[in-house]
């Protein structure tokens, strides 16, 4: 969850009235209104949660940050298009997984942020073929070594 302060699209009495506000518990409600009003997660778990071992409320704001029902009630909030809530989806998607999923999910972004379409994704496991006729020249390992 984005830690700089962003700018509301809509005022908070037209927010708690909406379908994504109201489909929300009143916990998870109390958790959006204390993050809207200090925005710094932790901190909205601390309090509406009640939480104090600081272990426990990193996991469970990471739970927070994640579900669909807060997310979907922050972007309206917010203002976020459906790509723009995508894109963030998938920075935090970047920052929190490892190995194949990791590099993908690099690998979509840069192609969504810069338009991208000349390469396709290249399976785990799959080498790209050459483009050039020209046989392929084997290296020692000994040659790059000074």
């Given at each position: 969850?984005?830690?700089?302060?962003?700018?509301p699209t809509m005022a908070k009495e037209?927010?708690?009235k909406s379908r994504e506000f109201l489909a929300l518990t009143q916990k998870q409600q109390a958790w959006v209104e204390s993050f809207l009003d200090s925005?710094?997660?932790?901190?909205?778990?601390?309090?509406?949660?009640?939480?104090?071992?600081?272990?426990y409320v990193a996991m469970f704001?990471?739970?927070?940050?994640?579900?669909?029902?807060?997310?979907?009630?922050?972007?309206?909030f917010y203002g976020r298009s459906p790509k723009d809530a995508f894109l963030?989806?998938?920075?935090?998607?970047?920052?929190?997984?490892?190995?194949p999923a990791k590099v993908s999910a690099m690998q979509l972004l840069a192609r969504l942020k810069f338009n991208d379409k000349s390469e396709?994704?290249?399976e785990p496991g799959k080498e790209l073929e050459p483009t050039?006729?020209?046989?392929?020249?084997r290296y020692a390992v000994n040659e790059f070594v000074q």
């Open positions: 969850m984005a830690t700089a302060i962003q700018n037209d927010f708690r925005q710094n997660a932790s901190f909205a778990t601390r309090t509406a949660y009640g939480a104090t071992d600081d272990t704001t990471r739970k927070l940050e994640t579900s669909p029902r807060i997310i979907a009630a922050l972007n309206l963030s989806e998938l920075e935090r998607t970047i920052q929190h997984e490892k190995g396709t994704p290249v050039s006729s020209a046989p392929a020249r």
